[in-house]
T-cell receptor
Framework: DSGVTQTPKHLITATGQRVTLRCSPR?????VYWYQQSLDQGLQFLIQ???????AKGNILERFSAQQFPDLHSELNLSSLELGDSALYFC??????????FGPGTRLTVL | AQSVTQPDIHITVSEGASLELRCNYS??????LFWYVQSPGQGLQLLLK??????LVQGIKGFEAEFKRSQSSFNLRKPSVHWSDAAEYFC??????????????FGQGTILTVHP
């Protein structure tokens, strides 16, 4: 158990819908990262937050957004969902540096 | 931009045999290097990491990896594989600074199958 929690574990929704994925980092970790794992793209970095502020952006679509709240939990919002958005979404937290602790992931299925 | 290549998509070994998973990276400076393991339906677990210093690093579960700057490689090894090692293994590169500090770039992964 990494100490990072993600909810929900599974999510099934339809095209065009909007979903919110939630991540609670390890106690004391200020950095939160979001990654997407899909069969065709592999594991890709989406976005990083540090203490409530966006720190870095990767291959994140404009339909996706994220935020980190004062209690340090983070949410990833995915809107206008397409079939290709079906993937495993991981959250990771870090106390600093490059060492990251990954959550169990949220499996999103878009039908 | 940095990149990570894992040339072997799938490797099959017999239990008790030795294992080497290959990883090559492309980056302008010495990056931070990681190996993660993902069991089916699970998250990613860190096996080991290299930041600096001794180029042979020891990790959990009996794994080790060697950083070779001249070859831009960071291969993962285990002298004797156990059936429980069957999983997918990811090599990753982390940036040492700048605005993308901490961001990880992953290879495509190598699926390890272990035969009894």
């Amino acid at each position: 158990d990494s100490g990072v929690t993600q909810t929900p574990k599974h999510l099934i929704t339809a095209t065009g819908q909007r979903v919110t994925l939630r991540c609670s980092p390890r106690s004391g970790d200020l950095s939160v990262y979001w990654y997407q794992q899909s069969l065709d793209q592999g594991l890709q970095f989406l976005i990083q937050y540090y203490n409530g502020e966006e720190r870095a952006k990767g291959n994140i679509l404009e339909r996706f957004s994220a935020q980190q709240f004062p209690d340090l939990h983070s949410e990833l919002n995915l809107s206008s969902l397409e079939l290709g958005d079906s993937a495993l979404y991981f959250c990771a937290s870090s106390p600093g540096g490059s060492r990251q602790f990954f959550g169990p992931g949220t499996r999103l299925t878009v039908l | 931009a940095q990149s990570v290549t894992q040339p072997d998509i799938h490797i099959t070994v017999s239990e008790g045999a030795s294992l080497e998973l290959r990883c090559n990276y492309s980056y302008g400076a010495t990056p931070y290097l990681f190996w993660y393991v993902q069991s089916p339906g699970q998250g990613l677990q860190l096996l080991l990491k290299y930041f600096s210093g001794d180029t042979l690093v020891q990790g959990i579960k009996g794994f080790e990896a060697e950083f070779k700057r001249s070859q831009s490689s960071f291969n993962l090894r285990k002298p004797s594989v156990h059936w429980s090692d069957a999983a997918e293994y990811f090599c990753a590169v982390g940036l040492a600074g700048g605005t993308s500090y901490g961001k990880l770039t992953f290879g495509q992964g190598t699926i390890l199958t272990v035969h009894p």
